[in-house]
């Protein structure tokens, strides 16, 4: 029996990708919901599902592979601890608990499954096929809606900004096409990314969501400059560098979106700066609790930024409840140590995906730089976006940091492999 067949004779571990395969669509579409908490914005619902394909995934989709306590193992457990006993010790317990489930379940369920599951090149170009039609599906409901409606989130989602975010991480599978050495993925990769790029501007020139439209130029600027590319996918980066910046540039200063110096996007998260580390020294081991009321702790306050009233910042701070700014929002809800671990467990993911794209493994289907790229770009849009409170956008950011683990793996494997052949 060949390789290839008998990868897909493990009836579990297909199971198991299958529901894999399913959740990722019904995160993508948000179709079907149900709603399990109806006074509560959270989406308690495709958490479940998440936990769900983790369950189903560690019982059955690990096929003959024993389950390591690793340091990523150990990792996951103290953040999911930290999590919970800020959850339990917040002001608002049964919130703040909810809060917790969906980050943790989709992001627990999003890097395991994506370790567990995606391992064979196999399951990793259904996947890859997989996101790059679902990328497509998003980019023309997002079209469709912007045209009929105004609204790019009308068939999507409640809100445009985990759509723009969707744009943002699923690029990870055009890229990866792009990057690859079949002439027809490179074609259908390049296509598909401008396409993508091409409706960020169009959906950001018209939604006016002009923070999504920096974004990309400052990724390929990254990308240009940090990896070494020749042949053809120089010539595609320099051509993807010029056109998001050109159209970057045009969207964010000829044609900008005023605003005032007092609007709530700008006054707001310049003043939760000196906000959430106020919260932090005050609460540093556990923070306040994810969406925790604020605002006893905004009255000994002594406001920074000096275009707001008090009492206006104190009306934000609370109908807000978040910094707007994820890495502040973790820093004053969730405290130091989760900010800390968490935050760097991502930045050594990327720094060795640094290393890995200078000699890429062979067997691996995802180009380092089409993993790091996108991880890059959702870093940037946590700056302005609490994004990972959002199930669908949490799942694809911990399936890509599960592929950087899981090349990491496949990398060292290929340098045992040459050096006990050398």
Same mark, same amino acid.
């Given at each position: 029996?060949?390789?290839?067949?008998? /990868?897909?004779m493990?009836?579990?571990?297909?199971?198991?990708?299958a &529901?894999?395969?399913?959740?990722t669509?019904? #995160?993508?579409?948000?179709?079907?919901? /149900?709603? %399990?908490?109806?006074d509560?914005?959270?989406? *308690?619902?495709?958490?479940?599902?998440?936990?769900?394909?983790? *369950?189903?995934?560690?019982?059955?989709?690990?096929?003959?592979?024993?389950?390591?306590?690793?340091v990523?193992?150990w990792?996951?457990?103290?953040?999911?601890?930290?999590?919970?006993?800020s959850? +339990?010790?917040?002001l608002?317990?049964?919130?703040?608990?909810?809060?917790?489930?969906?980050?943790?379940s989709?992001?627990?369920?999003?890097?395991?499954?994506?370790?567990?599951?995606?391992?064979?090149?196999?399951?990793?170009r259904i996947f890859?096929?997989?996101v790059?039609?679902?990328?497509?599906?998003?980019?023309?409901? @997002?079209?469709?809606?912007?045209?009929?409606?105004?609204?790019?989130?009308?068939?999507?989602?409640?809100?445009?900004?985990?759509?723009?975010?969707?744009?943002?991480?699923?690029?990870f599978?055009? #890229?990866?096409?792009? &990057?690859?050495r079949?002439?027809?993925?490179?074609?259908?990769?390049?296509?598909?990314?401008? &396409?993508? $790029?091409?409706?960020?501007f169009?959906?950001?020139r018209?939604?006016?969501?002009?923070?999504?439209? %920096?974004?990309?130029?400052?990724?390929?600027?990254?990308?240009?400059?940090v990896?070494?590319?020749s042949?053809?996918?120089?010539?595609?980066?320099?051509?993807?560098?010029? $056109?998001?910046?050109?159209?970057?540039?045009?969207?964010?200063?000829?044609?900008?979106?005023n605003?005032?110096?007092?609007? /709530?996007?700008? @006054?707001?998260?310049?003043?939760?700066?000196?906000?959430?580390?106020?919260?932090?020294?005050?609460?540093?081991?556990?923070?306040?609790?994810?969406?925790?009321?604020?605002?006893?702790?905004?009255?000994?306050?002594s406001l920074?930024?000096?275009?707001?009233?008090?009492e206006?910042?104190?009306?934000?701070?609370?109908?807000?409840?978040?910094?707007?700014d994820?890495?502040?929002?973790?820093?004053?809800?969730?405290?130091?140590?989760?900010? +800390?671990?968490?935050?760097?467990?991502? $930045?050594?993911?990327?720094?060795k995906?640094?290393?890995?794209?200078?000699?890429?493994?062979?067997n691996? @289907?995802?180009?380092?730089?089409? %993993?790091?790229?996108?991880? *890059?770009?959702?870093?940037?849009?946590?700056?302005?976006?609490d994004?990972?409170f959002?199930p669908?956008?949490?799942?694809?950011?911990?399936i890509?940091?599960?592929?950087? @683990?899981?090349?990491?793996?496949?990398?060292?494997?290929?340098?045992?492999?040459?050096?006990?052949?050398?």
């Open positions: 029996m060949s390789k290839h067949l008998s /990868i897909f493990d009836r579990g571990k297909l199971v198991a990708f &529901l894999f395969c399913m959740t669509v019904q #995160l993508v579409f948000q179709q079907p919901y /149900i709603v %399990i908490l109806p509560e914005r959270a989406k *308690v619902f495709s958490a479940t599902l998440c936990l769900l394909t983790l *369950v189903v995934t560690i019982l059955f989709g690990r096929g003959k592979e024993r389950f390591k306590f690793g990523d193992f990792i996951s457990l103290v953040l999911t601890g930290l999590a919970i006993l959850g +339990i010790f917040s608002v317990p049964r919130q703040s608990l909810e809060r917790v489930y969906v980050i943790i989709a992001g627990l369920a999003g890097y395991w499954c994506s370790k567990f599951l995606l391992t064979q090149r196999e399951f990793q890859q096929w997989l790059n039609g679902l990328l497509l599906c998003v980019i023309f409901l @997002a079209l469709l809606g912007l045209y009929l409606t105004g609204k790019p989130h009308e068939f999507l989602d409640s809100h445009w900004h985990p759509v723009g975010s969707r744009f943002l991480i699923m690029s599978a055009p #890229l990866s096409l792009a &990057l690859g079949n002439k027809i993925d490179r074609i259908a990769g390049v296509t598909i990314l401008l &396409l993508d $790029l091409v409706t960020i169009i959906v950001g018209y939604a006016f969501i002009q923070s999504i439209m %920096i974004i990309p130029a400052i990724v390929a600027v990254i990308a240009f400059f990896f070494k590319w042949g053809v996918s120089r010539q595609i980066m320099a051509a993807t560098l010029a $056109l998001t910046i050109a159209a970057g540039v045009f969207f964010a200063y000829v044609n900008p979106k605003l005032d110096r007092d609007h /709530i996007s700008v @006054a707001y998260r310049i003043e939760s700066l000196f906000f959430s580390v106020d919260i932090a020294t005050k609460h540093p081991w556990l923070g306040n609790g994810l969406w925790a009321p604020r605002d006893s702790l905004f009255e000994a306050y920074h930024y000096p275009f707001v009233s008090k206006q910042c104190a009306q934000w701070v609370k109908d807000q409840r978040t910094s707007e994820l890495y502040l929002t973790f820093l004053a809800d969730l405290g130091i140590p989760f900010f +800390i671990l968490y935050f760097g467990s991502i $930045l050594y993911l990327l720094l995906l640094l290393r890995l794209s200078q000699s890429p493994a062979t691996f @289907a995802f180009h380092p730089a089409a %993993i790091f790229l996108p991880l *890059v770009a959702e870093c940037l849009r946590f700056i302005i976006v994004d990972l959002e669908q956008i949490s799942w694809f950011f911990h890509l940091l599960g592929l950087a @683990a899981t090349g990491i793996v496949a990398s060292r494997s290929r340098r045992l492999t040459d050096t006990e052949e050398s």
